[in-house]
């Protein structure tokens, strides 16, 4: 009877610890997985202009699955006005499962994120700076971002990448679809940017930070 009881406790403990080990994410496997993304995200995943693809090398895993699961689940990249966005949208469909996004997110997650990105946007930076205020609450005063709030680090991103998406917000291409809880808290903030030439200036700001 003890020793039944023993195994049985093993064996539930046992389980316990391959759930929790499932839960997290195996950056091996999603390199293996990454063969697919290598293509418009570059190997080193610093993205490709050209090609409209982010930088996705060093942002946080919980960013990063939480978009791969919108993409997959149409809650991003599913709007017939978000272009870049529906280029998207299949390559997430390959990621079988949380799982196999969990891998993912762990891998783009342990590449090195420090390499600079080229400025493209014309913008006045001081401007930017001014604008930023409001942003740094959620993202960081150096855009680091911040998990507690849901809001995930910018600093990095190219800045063209910033514009689309602030303009996507502000458009409602993303940020409206029932189940984007965080996209909707984020779309009333690019409603503040009054125009492109706003959105250009916040943008080239971000870009200075590191
Ligand atoms: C055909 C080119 C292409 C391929 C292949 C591709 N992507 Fe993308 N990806 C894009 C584009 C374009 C965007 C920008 C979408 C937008 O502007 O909203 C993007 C956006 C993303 C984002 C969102 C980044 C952010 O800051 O919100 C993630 C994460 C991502 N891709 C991961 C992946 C992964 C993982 C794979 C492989 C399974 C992959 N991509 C394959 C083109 C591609
Ligand atoms: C109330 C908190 C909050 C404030 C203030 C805020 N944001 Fe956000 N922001 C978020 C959240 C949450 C997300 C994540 C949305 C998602 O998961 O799709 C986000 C996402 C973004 C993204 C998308 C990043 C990517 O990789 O695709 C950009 C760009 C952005 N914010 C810029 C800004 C700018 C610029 C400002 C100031 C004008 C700002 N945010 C103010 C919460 C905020």
Redesign the pocket.
């Known amino acids: 009877m003890n020793k039944l009881f023993v195994v049985g406790i093993s064996l539930a403990l046992g389980i316990m610890t391959a759930v929790s080990a499932s839960a997290a994410g195996d950056a091996a496997k999603g390199k293996a997985?990454?063969a697919?993304?290598l293509?418009?995200?570059g190997a080193d995943g610093m993205g490709n202009k050209a090609?409209?693809?982010?930088k996705?090398a060093g942002?946080e895993i919980w960013?990063?699955e939480r978009?791969?699961k919108n993409?997959k689940a149409g809650i991003?990249?599913a709007d017939p006005k978000?272009t870049?966005?529906m280029?998207?949208r299949p390559?997430?469909l390959?990621?079988a499962n949380d799982q196999a996004i969990a891998d993912?997110a762990a891998y783009?997650s342990s590449l090195p994120k420090d390499k600079p990105t080229a400025a493209t946007v014309k913008g006045d930076i001081s401007a930017g700076k001014t604008a930023y205020m409001i942003c740094q609450a959620c993202h960081g005063p150096t855009a680091g971002g911040n998990r507690a709030l849901n809001a995930?680090r910018l600093a990095g991103?190219q800045d063209w990448?910033l514009v689309?998406?602030l303009k996507?917000f502000k458009a409602g291409v993303?940020g409206t679809k029932s189940g984007d809880t965080y996209g909707m808290q984020m779309r009333p903030m690019a409603m503040v940017l009054a125009n492109d030439e706003a959105i250009n200036n916040v943008a080239a700001y971000i870009a200075t930070l590191k």
């Open positions: 997985s990454y697919v993304c293509a418009c995200h090609l409209n693809a982010p996705i942002q960013y990063l978009q791969l993409f991003r990249g978000d870049y966005g280029q998207m390559m997430a390959t990621l993912m783009l995930p991103l990448y689309r998406q996507n993303r």
